[in-house]
């Protein structure tokens, strides 16, 4: 891609010049007509490497940021905007600086001659596979609007699930967080000032107080030790978890955790069914349907799973077969694919099955603080318990010696 310099006059009649860049002299030349400048004079500077994309290592766009740009441009190009116009007004308005720099990035990549997808998949932690994808085929089916608003639709709908479940797990997380500091504070300065009374006096200890005095002596003098094997313990587990085999291990685990790990299982074949859904609507052929899906649902082994289903179907098996080898569909789940496969409506019903999905998804959603909250005061009673049985029990002991005498 090379730099042009420029001398030309705009709408208004006013002299105005700069420099741009443009992959020759006549996209140059059209770039300059879709800004209105009337170009007098254009001249090459230099001639640049090829460009390669930006690097955005840091850079995060927000769930709502993202939804709001797809919607800006789908209306933008429902209007019949220019699609370079059209970015470059984004990137001018955007108050986020990495979705700004992309969005230029994706501009600069249109004016030498690339297509859309191309620019978006510069981008590939800013932008999902099924972004990507829908993109790609709406601009290929010169449908980019309806593209558009199904990706709006289908970013709510992921932005709303995570609601949900940040919403159900918030109290839990607080109580939690609270009990491990309240441990803390009593382990380290609470017991100890009870520990020196207990030993002055020179009494037999209930069991229960010598459980707490072992313990806190434990956490003063290794206090460090643990600090720090915790930090190397968590720390070690993410890199563990970022491979691949880490990653599908921890996938595996979280479908097997008690009380939430259905609702996990839940949201990732909702996004599935969702997905799966969208493409073929779009006219995306089944196999590069599963292929993207599986690497969107969120959770490497539900999407090993999915491309299990792809191979299967390359080999000429039915989907609904392939579906029930995976063993993580329910029967009316499967009869639902086996009469949509039937019917050549499989999209309609598979939008039907994430549905259902989503029902029992805010069904155990809502049940889930119901059943914690349980479990969480049988385990702050037991605390409660220990403690009082620790602290109070010598003291009532020492009072009745006390008063005996």
Known sequence: MATFLYRGRDQSG??????????????????????GVTPLKIAEQATAQASKPVSLRSAKISA??????????YALTKAGVPIIRAL??????????????????????????????????????????????????????GNLD??????????????????RIKSALRY??????????????????????????????????PFATLILIATSEFMQNWWHLLLVGTIVGFVGFRQYISTDAGGLWWDRAKLRLPLIG???????LARFSRSFSMMLTAGVPILNTLTIV??????????????????????????????????????????????????GSIDKLLDEVADFYEQEIDYELKQLADAI??????????????????????VWELSGAVTGK
Do not use: C, W
Not at 64 to 73: A, G, K, N, S
Not at 263 to 268: V, Y
């Open 88 to 141: 470059s007004g984004l990137a001018e308005s955007a108050s986020n600086e990495a979705l700004k720099v992309v969005l230029d990035d994706i501009s600069q990549v249109l004016v030498s001659g690339s297509d859309l997808a191309s620019g978006f998949r510069r981008h590939p932690k800013l932008f999902s596979p099924i972004y990507i994808s829908m993109i790609h085929i709406g601009e290929s089916t």
């Open 172 to 205: 839990p997380i607080m109580v939690v967080s609270a009990i491990v500091v309240a441990m803390v504070v009593i382990t380290m300065f609470v017991i100890p000032s009870f520990s020196a009374v207990f030993s002055k006096l020179g009494a037999d200890l």
């Open 146 to 163: 309806h593209a558009l608003i199904r990706l709006v639709g289908h970013l709510e709908m992921e932005r709303e699930t995570k609601k």
């Open 64 to 73: 709502e940021e993202l939804i709001l740009f797809t919607r800006q441009l």
């Open 262 to 268: 259905s609702i996990f299982e839940r949201i990732a």
């Open 14 to 35: 006013n002299a105005v010049e700069g420099n741009l860049q443009a992959g020759n002299r006549d996209m140059a030349i059209a770039q300059l007509m879709q800004k």
């Open 294 to 343: 599986a690497g969107s649902v969120g959770n490497l082994f539900i999407g090993k799973a999915i491309t299990s289903m792809g191979d299967g179907v390359q080999r000429g098996e039915r989907l609904t077969n392939t579906a029930m080898q995976t063993g993580l569909f329910t029967p009316l789940v499967l009869q639902m694919m086996a009469v949509g496969e039937e019917t």
């Open 373 to 394: 909250e349980p479990i969480l005061l049988v385990f702050l009673g037991a605390l409660v318990l220990l403690l009082a049985l620790g602290v109070f029990l010598p």
